[in-house]
C-alpha cells in the first residue's frame, strides 16, 4: 500500500514550533532537537492533514536527509509503477459495475474522471471539511490537555471562527498559530 509522503511538515518540541518546511528538513531539525536535550514530546505534523508523521532520524544529519529526500522522491517503494496507482476494493452494486464498464476506458478510468470531477466541483465544501480534520487531528494529538480545548473542537466543527479563536487565545502562540493555519482550506478564507 503507498504511503502518502508530506511535502511540507512542522515539528513540535512540546507546544514550540521546532521546524517547519519540507520533510527532510524537519527530520534533520527533529534529530538536532533529540540530541540537544528537547523536553518533548517530539511530534511532526504533515501540513496537509495535520497526521502524525513517523521519522527516521538515525544516522548522520546527511544519512537523515536523504532518507527523506528519498521517500519524497518515491513514497510508494517497490511493487506499483510510478504512476502513483493504489489497487483498492470498492463495493458497488451490479448496475453500477455495469455503467461502468460500458465507459470509454473501463471502470479505472470512469472512476478517476469522477472523482476529478468532484473533487473541482465540490470545491469550497471539501476543502473546509479537510482543513477542519487536518485541525481536529493536530489538535487532538497536541492540545487535548489545554483549556477550552473540547469547545474549541466544537467551534472548529461548527464553523464558528470567532468561538474557535476565542477558546484558543490563552494556548501557546505556536499551538494557536498552527491551529489557525491547519484550520484555513487553500483558497486562504477561513475553515471555521
Same mark, same amino acid.
Given at each position: 500500500?503507498? @504511503?502518502?509522503?508530506?511535502? @511540507?511538515?512542522?515539528? =513540535? &518540541? $512540546? =507546544?514550540?514550533?521546532?521546524?517547519?518546511?519540507? +520533510?527532510?528538513?524537519?527530520?534533520?531539525?527533529?534529530?538536532?532537537?533529540?540530541?540537544?536535550?528537547?523536553?518533548?514530546?517530539?511530534?511532526?505534523?504533515?501540513?496537509? /492533514?495535520?497526521?502524525?508523521?513517523? *521519522?527516521?532520524?538515525?544516522? /548522520?544529519? #546527511?544519512?537523515?536527509?536523504?532518507?527523506?529526500?528519498?521517500?519524497?522522491?518515491?513514497?510508494?517503494?517497490?511493487?506499483?509503477?510510478?504512476?502513483?496507482?493504489?489497487?483498492?476494493?470498492?463495493?458497488? +452494486?451490479?448496475?453500477?459495475?455495469?455503467?461502468?464498464?460500458?465507459?470509454?476506458? $473501463?471502470?479505472?478510468?470512469? *472512476?478517476?474522471?469522477?472523482?476529478? &470531477?468532484?473533487?473541482?466541483?465540490? $470545491?469550497?465544501?471539501?476543502?473546509?471539511?479537510?482543513? /477542519?480534520?487536518?485541525?481536529?487531528?493536530? *489538535?487532538?494529538?497536541?492540545?487535548?490537555?489545554?483549556?477550552?480545548?473540547?469547545?474549541?473542537?466544537?467551534? +472548529? =466543527?461548527?464553523?464558528?471562527?470567532?468561538? =474557535?479563536?476565542?477558546?484558543?487565545?490563552?494556548?501557546?502562540?505556536?499551538?494557536?498559530?498552527?491551529?489557525?493555519? +491547519?484550520?484555513?482550506?487553500?483558497?486562504?478564507?477561513? #475553515?471555521?
Amino acid at each position: 500500500m503507498a @504511503t502518502n509522503t508530506p511535502q @511540507t511538515c512542522t515539528a =513540535f &518540541d $512540546g =507546544f514550540r514550533m521546532l521546524a517547519s518546511g519540507a +520533510l527532510p528538513v524537519v527530520a534533520v531539525a527533529v534529530r538536532h532537537a533529540i540530541g540537544t536535550g528537547a523536553t518533548g514530546p517530539l511530534l511532526t505534523f504533515d501540513d496537509a /492533514t495535520g497526521k502524525v508523521i513517523d *521519522l527516521d532520524v538515525r544516522g /548522520t544529519n #546527511a544519512e537523515i536527509a536523504a532518507r527523506h529526500a528519498a521517500q519524497l522522491d518515491d513514497p510508494r517503494g517497490r511493487g506499483r509503477p510510478k504512476l502513483g496507482v493504489v489497487a483498492r476494493e470498492v463495493t458497488l +452494486l451490479p448496475r453500477h459495475w455495469d455503467w461502468l464498464a460500458a465507459q470509454p476506458g $473501463g471502470a479505472s478510468v470512469a *472512476l478517476r474522471k469522477l472523482v476529478e &470531477d468532484a473533487r473541482r466541483g465540490g $470545491g469550497g465544501a471539501v476543502q473546509r471539511r479537510a482543513a /477542519t480534520d487536518a485541525a481536529y487531528r493536530f *489538535l487532538s494529538a497536541l492540545a487535548g490537555d489545554l483549556p477550552g480545548y473540547e469547545e474549541a473542537i466544537r467551534a +472548529l =466543527f461548527a464553523n464558528d471562527a470567532e468561538g =474557535f479563536a476565542r477558546q484558543i487565545t490563552a494556548w501557546p502562540a505556536d499551538v494557536r498559530g498552527y491551529a489557525a493555519k +491547519l484550520a484555513a482550506p487553500v483558497s486562504g478564507e477561513p #475553515a471555521i
